[in-house]
Nanobody, 118 residues
C-alpha cells in the first residue's frame, strides 16, 4: 500500500512562488498533482511518469514544474507566478498509468491548502 503525504501549502500573494512536496512510502510509477477548489471537482494539474515524462494542465503550463526524486521518495510541484484561481487543496496521487485522469490513480494524499490572494 502506497502512502502519500503533502506539505508546503500556505497563503501567498498573486505573483508569488511556492513549492509543494509529496512524501511517498512504497513503490510508485506514475504520480500526479490534482487540485480541488471549493464547490468544484478535483482537477488535474500535472503528472510525471517513472521515466520522467511530464504533462500539465493548460492553465498551469509554463508556470508550474513537476519533478520527482526517487532517492528521497519525494515528488515536488514548483509553482510560480501564482494566481488567485490557483487556490485550492492540492493532492498528490500515485498510480500505474501515466494519465491526466484521476480515476487512473489508486492512492491519494490528504492534500495541502494553497491560497493565493489578489
Amino acid at each position: 500500500q502506497v502512502q502519500l503525504e503533502e506539505s508546503g501549502g500556505g497563503l501567498v500573494q498573486a505573483g508569488d512562488s511556492l513549492r509543494l512536496s509529496c512524501a511517498v512510502s512504497g513503490r510508485t510509477y506514475a504520480m500526479g498533482w490534482f487540485r480541488q477548489a471549493p464547490g468544484k471537482e478535483r482537477a488535474f494539474v500535472a503528472a510525471i511518469s517513472g521515466s520522467g515524462d511530464t504533462r500539465y494542465a493548460d492553465s498551469v503550463r509554463g508556470r508550474f514544474t513537476i519533478s520527482r526524486d526517487d532517492t528521497k521518495n519525494t515528488m515536488y510541484l514548483q509553482m510560480s507566478t501564482l494566481k488567485p484561481e490557483d487556490t485550492g487543496v492540492y493532492l498528490c496521487a500515485a498510480g500505474r498509468s501515466f494519465s491526466v485522469a484521476r480515476f487512473r490513480y489508486d492512492n491519494w494524499g490528504r492534500g495541502t491548502q494553497v491560497t493565493v490572494s489578489s
